[in-house]
T-cell receptor
Framework: NAGVTQTPKFQVLKTGQSMTLQCAQD?????MYWYRQDPGMGLRLIYY???????DKGEVPNGYNVSRLNKREFSLRLESAAPSQTSVYFC??????????????FGSGTQLSVL | DAKTTQPPSMDCAEGRAANLPCNHS???????VYWYRQIHSQGPQYIIH???NNETNEMASLIITEDRKSSTLILPHATLRDTAVYYC???????????FGTGTSLTVIP
């Protein structure tokens, strides 16, 4: 099993450009998440999807859109990238969601720089 | 949502036990305490979680106080590979959200 796979691993954008970060999991998990991590800081939740067909905002959703394409895939889109979106982005998944005794499984991250 | 408070950094001698504290004084009765760690810039890795009782697995032990307002993660014999940022998280029961704070940066010293 690959677990949670993110693509690309690195990306450099110019201000105003758009791009989509891809995430796929092969663990048959229902819930998926997107986090960002700025230098020296903890992870902040951008969006999450409790189940296929649903998405909800997290702490820092502004400037992002998400799509839960199917049960396996959850993408994050930056429509018009800004330097403030320079960060490392992590995708995660969990089995059921909404329960207190669940574990998150993380991908290896995408390092994004916006110039 | 219950918030957590952790010291920003700690040192531990190699081979000794590392005891990482966490305060979660507003925790609700049905909320679990989770611990994750992040090595360099990798994705966080699950360590352990618990509700009321102390828990132990192959990686660590989790001690939760009787009033559940604080907990301690114990790495019994710290190695250099345990150098990482450790996050204490309280899982919200009503939502699907894990909120990470800034964690404790643990440095294991040879």
């Amino acid at each position: 099993n690959a677990g949670v796979t993110q693509t690309p691993k690195f990306q450099v954008l110019k201000t105003g450009q758009s791009m989509t970060l891809q995430c796929a999991q092969d663990m048959n998990h229902n819930s998926m998440y997107w986090y960002r991590q700025d230098p020296g800081m903890g992870l902040r939740l951008i969006y999450y999807s409790a189940s296929e067909g649903t998405t909800d905002k997290g702490e820092v959703p502004n400037g992002y859109n998400v799509s839960r394409l199917n049960k396996r895939e959850f993408s994050l889109r930056l429509e018009s990238a800004a330097p403030s979106q320079t960060s490392v982005y992590f995708c995660a998944s969990s089995l059921l969601g909404g329960l207190s005794n669940e574990k998150l499984f993380f991908g290896s991250g995408t390092q994004l720089s916006v110039l | 949502d219950a918030k957590t408070t952790q010291p920003p950094s700690m040192d531990c001698a190699e081979g000794r036990a590392a005891n990482l504290p966490c305060n979660h004084s507003t925790i609700s009765g049905n909320e679990y305490v989770y611990w994750y760690r992040q090595i360099h810039s990798q994705g966080p890795q699950y360590i352990i979680h618990g509700l009321k009782n102390n828990e132990t697995n192959e990686m660590a032990s989790l001690i939760i106080t009787e009033d559940r307002k604080s907990s301690t993660l114990i790495l019994p014999h710290a190695t250099l590979r345990d150098t990482a940022v450790y996050y204490c998280i309280v899982r919200t029961y009503t939502g699907n959200q894990f909120y990470f704070g800034t964690g404790t940066s643990l440095t294991v010293i040879p």
